[in-house]
């Protein structure tokens, strides 16, 4: 039999995390209903395609706060490529640099950021 105190977290987080998935199931169930009801105005004012061939759009996560990516580019020297940038920049802010999505992603943020600063530099 296991330990009391193990036993006693393990259900603690059970419990947390099951009220999580009570919450997002009740946050699904509103935004379902925000949807009909908007898919009901269109229908309304004479949308004729299907509201389902709508894309998606979806909220950017921003990797960095306002101006961080500048302060930490600044501090860093930019030296190197951009994907090196990164990398370093990754683990100063205690990011998995084995991760090559989120690493993409940064490069991609240090090219602009990197554009950007020369743009400003330059005019």
Request: proline content about 2%.
């Given at each position: 039999m296991?330990?009391?105190?193990?036993?006693h977290?393990l259900?603690?987080?059970?419990?947390?995390?099951?009220?999580?998935v009570?919450?997002?199931d009740?946050?699904?169930?509103v935004?379902?209903?925000?949807l009909?009801?908007?898919?009901?105005?269109?229908?309304?004012f004479?949308?004729a395609?299907?509201?389902?061939?709508i894309?998606?759009?979806r909220?950017?996560?921003?990797?960095f706060?306002?101006?961080?990516?500048?302060?930490?580019?600044r501090?860093d020297?930019?030296?190197?490529?951009?994907?090196?940038t990164?990398?370093?920049l990754?683990?100063?802010?205690?990011?998995?640099v084995?991760?090559?999505?989120?690493?993409d992603k940064?490069?991609?943020?240090?090219?602009?950021?990197?554009?950007?600063?020369?743009?400003?530099?330059?005019?």
């Amino acid at each position: 039999m296991g330990e009391p105190i193990v036993i006693h977290a393990l259900v603690a987080k059970r419990a947390e995390l099951s009220g999580q998935v009570l919450d997002l199931d009740r946050q699904k169930a509103v935004l379902k209903a925000q949807l009909q009801t908007i898919d009901e105005a269109l229908a309304i004012f004479g949308y004729a395609r299907s509201p389902h061939d709508i894309k998606p759009r979806r909220a950017a996560n921003r990797l960095f706060k306002r101006n961080e990516l500048a302060r930490l580019l600044r501090r860093d020297g930019g030296q190197g490529t951009n994907r090196e940038t990164a990398l370093r920049l990754m683990a100063v802010k205690g990011w998995d640099v084995a991760d090559r999505e989120l690493a993409d992603k940064v490069t991609d943020s240090v090219k602009g950021a990197k554009k950007w600063q020369r743009q400003q530099a330059g005019g």
